[in-house]
């Protein structure tokens, strides 16, 4: 069954350090997608990055990368030279099917709280 | 440059009312999508609509109803209200099935 683990309920980070937020996946699918998602005190989810099961490189985004490692299921997020702004909720979300396809199902893992410190 | 809309932004109704959650999209979108979050737990998706005039089920959908009213709408519905609804309803909307989904800024209810 699809499924997305997330095992850090809460960090810490001093603020310019980078941090890895780890995410892990269960699919039966060779097409699938990953996304993570950062939910500020405000509650909104603003999209950060997306990584396709068949992307040869990893994604980046700006500060944002993602460190894909089909061969163990992971997909964790890399912040670097954090910022007090990044202190917020990151969700890992998985999709199975292709990119475009008919597949609408988002799958959510339980987040991780990131506090970045001064 | 609006996004996906949400109304109310709060909501608190008493066991056994109804309800209407809107979401419009102005993204020229196709699917649009409804989930609930809870403490702990993530998002869970109730109900999706792939395109106009289709509606499809997701992991939690009892106690639901939704309608696609055009391209732009897609409404969420509580027939009669449980404390076990109290929680944050998202609206998300993608251009195609599988593509990067926008949220709207939530709605914060409880049933008392």
């Known amino acids: 069954a699809q499924k997305i683990t997330q095992t850090q309920p809460g960090m810490f980070v001093q603020e310019k350090e980078a941090v890895t937020l780890d995410c892990t996946y269960d699919?039966?699918?060779?097409?699938?997608?990953l996304f993570w998602y950062k939910q500020p005190s405000s509650g909104e989810m603003i999209f950060l990055i997306y990584?396709?099961?068949?992307?040869?490189q990893n994604a980046t985004e700006g500060r944002y990368s993602l460190n894909f490692q089909k061969a163990r299921k992971s997909a964790n997020l890399v912040i670097s030279a954090s910022q007090l702004g990044d202190s917020a909720m990151y969700f890992c979300a998985m999709r199975e099917g292709s990119y475009g396809g008919a597949t609408n199902k988002l799958i959510f893992g339980t987040g991780t709280l990131l506090a970045v410190q001064p | 440059n609006a996004g996906v809309t949400q109304t109310p932004k709060f909501q608190v109704l008493k066991t056994g009312q109804s309800m209407t959650l809107q979401c419009a999209q102005d993204?020229?979108?196709?699917?649009m999508y409804w989930y609930r979050q809870d403490p702990g737990m993530g998002l869970r998706l109730i109900y999706y609509s792939a395109s106009e005039g289709t509606t499809d089920k997701g992991e939690v959908p009892n106690g639901y109803n939704v309608s696609r009213l055009n391209k732009r709408e897609f409404s969420l519905r509580l027939e009669s209200a449980a404390p076990s609804q109290t929680s944050v309803y998202f609206c998300?909307?993608?251009?195609?099935?599988?593509?990067?989904?926008?949220f709207g800024a939530g709605t914060r209810l409880s049933v008392l």
């Open positions: 993204m020229n979108h196709n699917s």
């Open positions: 699919t039966s699918d060779p097409s699938y997608g």
């Open positions: 990584q396709g099961s068949y992307d040869q």
């Open positions: 998300a909307s993608s251009d195609k099935g599988g593509n990067i989904q926008y």
